[in-house]
Nanobody
């Protein structure tokens, strides 16, 4: 049984930073792509970032490019999302996700099979 557990969310002022973590269990973590999505109140869930199983390729939504960094620590079975220069519009529940193997189109959430429970990020002054 694959489990994904996010943590690290919270309240932060505009311009601040947060680092989200996603701990995976239940399978060989190192062989699978991973991704981050988010859902703001009243909006559909949207793609944030993706990282290939080998960590060699990453991709980002235009709205977070240059401000967010996705990474992973294979030894710890953990994926991270370092968020900087946070804006009001970054307020959302953030989810980590994983496919059964790999994804062909990272922003397509239908390709992800496993999801965490989400962690709330609130950007407010």
């Amino acid at each position: 049984q694959v489990q994904l557990v996010e943590s690290g969310g919270g309240l932060v002022q505009p311009g601040g930073s947060l680092r989200l973590s996603c701990v995976a269990s239940g399978r060989t973590f190192s062989r699978y792509d991973m991704g981050w999505f988010r859902q703001a109140p009243g909006k559909e869930r949207e793609f944030v970032a993706h990282i290939r199983w080998n960590g060699g390729t990453t991709s980002y939504a235009d709205s977070v490019k240059g401000r967010f960094t996705i990474s992973r620590d294979i030894a710890k079975n953990t994926m991270y999302l370092q968020m900087s220069s946070l804006k009001f519009e970054d307020t959302a529940v953030y989810y980590c996700a994983a496919p059964r193997t790999y994804v062909t189109s990272p922003p397509n959430e239908d390709e992800y099979t496993y999801w965490g429970q989400g962690t709330q990020v609130t950007v407010s002054s």
